[in-house]
């Protein structure tokens, strides 16, 4: 069974830093493409972040680009999200997602993941 586990969240300041992982196992992870979801209180669980199998074609919403990066390391079967220059719109629960369909080229379709973490909680505030 696929198991996606987050961790790394918690309360930060506005202009701070964190660091997110999820632990992948139950499928072949560098097979398949991943991404990061948040879910803010009273929002959709958007997209923010993707990439390919092997790591490239890297997506980011406008919301977080320029300020978070993701990245993985298959061969711990692990994707990473730092969070940078965070700000209080920031605070939403994160999920780790991973895509359904196997060597896809691009993670930048919502609708392509179908597979999601029990999510991390993130608060921004001072």
């Known amino acids: 069974q696929v198991q996606l586990v987050e961790s790394g969240g918690g309360s930060v300041q506005p202009g701070g830093s964190l660091r997110l992982s999820c632990a992948a196992s139950?499928?072949?992870?560098?097979?398949?493409?991943m991404g990061w979801f948040r879910q803010a209180p009273g929002k959709n669980r958007v997209l923010i972040a993707g990439?390919?199998?092997?790591?490239?074609?890297?997506y980011y919403s406008n919301s977080v680009k320029g300020r978070f990066r993701i990245s993985r390391d298959n061969a711990k079967s692990t994707l990473y999200l730092e969070m940078n220059n965070v700000e209080p719109e920031d605070t939403a629960i994160y999920y780790c997602?991973?895509?359904?369909?196997?060597?896809?080229?691009?993670?930048?379709?919502?609708?392509?993941?179908?597979?999601w973490g029990q999510g991390t909680q993130v608060t921004v505030s001072s």
């Open positions: 990439l390919r199998y092997n790591g490239d074609n890297i």
């Open positions: 139950g499928f072949t992870f560098d097979d398949y493409g």
């Open positions: 997602a991973k895509q359904q369909r196997p060597l896809l080229v691009l993670a930048n379709s919502e609708e392509d993941f179908t597979s």
